[in-house]
């Protein structure tokens, strides 16, 4: 079975801190995929990264960088000096080949403070 | 480019009536997937298509259905509708087929059902 674990619901932080979204999961595909998506409160849900599970490395972009860990099973991500338009609703999503379908995780409400 | 368009972006339905929403994909895309997203069950894939072939399907009852057009415009009908289908309905394009690896979605359309 595949399933996407967002053990944290909301988190709240003041402006320019720096906060980790975390994001396990569980699969048997070998190949597979692993996404981040930000959801402002307009809805739309906004591509933020994939990662295929051939490839470790972690990735830094501006403020953002993410940590995929095969051993743990996990595809952390982190805003550093976060900002009041970073406050949404942030989603890591798994695709495995063996289903073909796009799992979501519950999701994780940061709201960011200023 | 345009962005994925759907419409209405909001709608209020009464319990046994049947809905109809519309995606109109990014242009050039092939692909259109939805989503249903609801506080309880989070985001669900409720099905692709592809050259208006149905490609995929998530686990939902009959009362959901879809079709694509020829000009890749989607539709996602629901008949007899339920209290329980209330939630934000997400359409997202890729330009191949399975390409939930590269998906846009678009903001989605509110139904909520009385």
């Known amino acids: 079975a595949q399933k996407v674990t967002q053990a944290q619901t909301e988190i709240s932080v003041v402006e320019k801190e720096d906060v980790t979204l975390d994001c396990v999961y569980e699969?048997?595909?070998?190949?597979?995929?692993l996404f981040w998506y930000k959801q402002p409160p307009s809805g739309e849900l906004v591509f933020l990264i994939r990662?295929?599970?051939?490839?470790?490395q972690n990735e830094i972009s501006g403020r953002y960088s993410w940590n995929f860990q095969k051993s743990t099973s996990s595809f952390n991500f982190t805003i550093t000096a976060s900002q009041v338009v970073d406050s949404a609703v942030y989603f890591c999503?798994?695709?495995?080949?063996?289903?073909?379908?796009?799992?979501f995780g519950t999701g994780t409400l940061l709201a960011v403070q200023p | 480019k345009a962005g994925v368009t759907q419409t209405p972006r909001y709608l209020i339905k009464t319990r046994g009536q049947q809905v109809t929403l519309s995606c109109s994909p990014i242009?050039?895309?092939?692909?259109v997937s939805w989503y249903q997203q609801t506080p309880g069950q989070g985001l669900q894939f409720l099905f692709e298509?592809?050259?208006?072939?149905?490609?995929n399907k998530g686990n939902f009852p009959g009362r959901f259905s879809g079709r694509q057009f020829s000009n890749s415009r989607s539709e996602m009908n629901v008949s007899t509708l339920e209290l329980g289908d209330s939630a934000l309905y997400l359409c997202?394009?890729?330009?191949?087929?399975?390409?939930?690896?590269?998906?846009?979605f678009g903001p989605g359309t509110r139904l909520t059902v009385t």
């Open positions: 990662r295929n599970s051939f490839d470790e």
């Open positions: 997202a394009s890729s330009p191949q087929a399975g390409g939930f690896r590269e998906q846009y």
């Open positions: 699969t048997r595909d070998t190949t597979y995929y």
């Open positions: 999503a798994l695709h495995g080949g063996a289903t073909n379908k796009l799992i």
């Open positions: 298509y592809f050259s208006e072939t149905q490609r």
């Open positions: 242009s050039g895309h092939r692909s």
